[in-house]
């Protein structure tokens, strides 16, 4: 089992940043993946950057190249996600997730495990 907790999420004007975090827990060392999927009220699920835990290799939605930046810090089993440049469209409650399936699609959602979600709010 691998137990996640996101922070970091608030409420912030268009153009700002903000910086979220993801502390895992337990049976850490068998992780392949870390991602972050935001979800906004009516709309599906979507993948928004991921990181290879013991490579650093990322992967990122089109919609936030360049403007998001995932990060792990292994010492301390968290991930960060660093929002800069943020815009109204990225309003949503953003949840991290710990996939243990060797050679996986990172942007693929089936991921083993998920944490209770944060809300990042981008006022216009």
């Known amino acids: 089992q691998v137990q996640l907790v996101e922070s970091g999420g608030g409420l912030v004007q268009a153009g700002g940043s903000l910086s979220l975090s993801c502390a895992a827990s337990?049976?850490?060392?068998?992780?392949?993946?870390m991602g972050w999927f935001r979800q906004a009220p009516g709309k599906e699920r979507e993948f928004v950057a991921a990181?290879?835990?013991?490579?650093?290799?990322?992967y990122y939605a089109d919609s936030v190249k360049g403007r998001f930046t995932i990060s792990r810090d292994n010492a301390k089993n968290t991930v960060y996600l660093q929002l800069n440049s943020l815009k109204p469209e990225d309003t949503a409650t953003y949840y991290c997730?710990?996939?243990?399936?060797?050679?996986?699609?990172?942007?693929?959602?089936?991921?083993?495990?998920w944490g209770q979600g944060t809300q990042v709010t981008v006022s216009s």
């Open positions: 997730a710990a996939k243990q399936k060797w050679f996986s699609n990172p942007r693929a959602d089936d991921y083993d495990y």
């Open positions: 337990g049976r850490t060392f068998i992780t392949y993946f």
């Open positions: 990181i290879l835990w013991s490579g650093g290799s990322t």
